[in-house]
């Protein structure tokens, strides 16, 4: 399994989980308005101090994003592209999206794949105050009231990330996760369900970024850098099976079941596991 060296010093805990009850919620994005708007609001409203999303559908103009890249000097491992912005409406095939904190306002962390107005299936992290609703979609999340997500710098990556906080609760139906750069994110997964005795439990939403990706069907994408989204996820009798689409430097989309112990995790990846 491949690793990389980040610039700053490697943070002991490699994982960071806190159970604790869970909401959930289903609504349609709001047209004319960006998406961090559109997305958010609902939640704020609520009282949710953190969440995940996903949606299918919807259609943005205009549209903005930044794909992964090289970085550009030695402070960081991996970095973005130049954002991009194609003319015309560009049509969301599946998006998922961390909600939470920065600097004390509504934020959002999305990767998505869609269809560009010529027709190219491409995908990215989408620029979300950027990128205005053009055609509804309706969005499912699952958020929390005790558990906040809110941005902080990392000395490890040099990045600002998102970070849960708040008091861990025993047998509680959700956990909320960041796995750290280098640990293999299946593992990772089963890692974090035995520790808080989910023998089987779901994967919710949930993004961040891989050191490429290897999947059980022989795909190997060999970027440093993949931004990527769980399509669908499982934690059955401790045995973990996620099915994961990456987006690599090009813009060019892989997806598959991801193959065990050879998926490290780049910058960082954000987990919400609900029990079954």
Known sequence: MRTLVHPGP????????????????TFRLRTGVSLLEAAT???????????????SGGAFDPFRYVMPGP?????????????RAPAGITRIEQANATFGWHEGQPFLHCHAAWAEPDGARRGGHILTGDSIVAETATVEAWGFLEIEIATSHDPETNFTLFQPSGASAAGAPCVVARVCPNEDIVTAVETIARCHDMPHATI?????????????????????ATEVLVRAGRVSSGVARIDLLAVDGRGHVHDGWLERGANPVCITFDLVLVRD
């Open 41 to 55: 609001a609902p939640l704020v409203q609520v009282g949710w101090r953190g969440g995940t999303l996903g949606f």
């Open 71 to 83: 970085p550009d000097d030695a402070s960081h491992v991996a970095y973005f592209s130049a954002p």
């Open 204 to 224: 919710r939403g949930s993004l961040g970024s891989l050191i490429g990706a290897h999947f059980t069907n022989g795909t190997i994408v060999p970027d440093n």
């Open 10 to 25: 490697i943070q002991p805990r490699r994982i960071d989980s806190i159970a604790g009850g869970v909401r959930t919620m």
